[in-house]
């Protein structure tokens, strides 16, 4: 029988068992866009996902079912759920989160974690998954090579301090906004070309530890 994609799949040429191709899970409509301008159709496909993905530890089966945008993400993957889940089955070598540094981003990133690891744990076992890390701020001054690119307030804070230190001012700043309003060279660099972008791989250790933190909101929801 032949696979059911979902129609928002800007699906790539080569699949797995083929090494190298990856399924770029993007949040929202505007960022597939983004990601689809600078990707390489050859072997990278993109997926959005719209809207928060169910919570997997207080919805039921039948409301994980009904998700349209995490039954994408398993017809996407192709290879079953649950105890139906088979890894040399799955369409791509990598499944990797592409959503928006802040807040919600992060959650929406956490509740689709927390999706794989119920239902596709040996993807995480297989060390297959991983999250883009778009950068937040671009900083740009005289005196600065090339621009420099952060991806917390944190870590923002820390870069205009040493800037400081060095005598460097008159800085141009950008914060982006999200996935789509960075630019394609910058997003291609940090988020898709191998040879430029950092990538962090998402293990069950990581998945443990998020609903170990939903378990504590729920416990003290101050």
């Given at each position: 029988m032949r696979d059911v994609l979902p129609d928002q799949l800007d699906d790539c040429q080569l699949h797995w068992p083929t090494p190298g191709s990856e399924l770029i899970i993007a949040e929202g409509i505007s960022a597939a866009n983004a990601l689809n301008?600078?990707?390489?159709?050859?072997?990278?496909?993109?997926?959005?996902?719209q809207g928060k993905p169910q919570n997997v530890l207080t919805s039921s089966q039948i409301r994980i079912e009904a998700s349209a945008p995490l039954m994408g993400v398993r017809d996407a993957i192709g290879a079953g759920l649950g105890d139906g889940f088979v890894l040399n089955r799955r369409r791509y070598e990598r499944v990797i989160l592409?959503?928006?540094?802040?807040?919600?981003?992060?959650?929406?990133?956490?509740?689709l974690l927390l999706f794989l690891h119920r239902y596709m744990a040996p993807l995480l076992r297989a060390?297959?998954?991983?999250?883009?890390?778009?950068?937040?701020?671009?900083?740009a001054a005289k005196g600065l090579a090339e621009p420099v690119h952060v991806w917390t307030d944190g870590q923002y804070n820390d870069v205009c301090a040493q800037l400081d230190d060095r005598g460097?001012?008159?800085r141009d700043v950008?914060?982006?906004?999200?996935?789509?309003?960075?630019?394609?060279?910058?997003?291609?660099?940090?988020c898709l070309d191998p040879k430029t972008r950092v990538l962090a791989?998402?293990?069950?250790?990581?998945?443990?530890?998020?609903?170990?933190?939903?378990d504590r909101a729920r416990m003290d929801p101050r």
């Open positions: 301008v600078v990707r390489s159709p050859e072997w990278q496909a993109v997926l959005p996902v592409a959503f928006d540094p802040d807040a919600d981003g992060i959650h929406s990133r956490a509740l060390g297959a998954v991983f999250a883009a890390r778009p950068p937040l701020w671009q900083i460097i001012h008159g950008d914060r982006y906004r999200g996935i789509a309003s960075i630019p394609p060279q910058i997003l291609h660099a940090t791989r998402l293990t069950t250790e990581h998945a443990i530890a998020t609903m170990a933190a939903y």
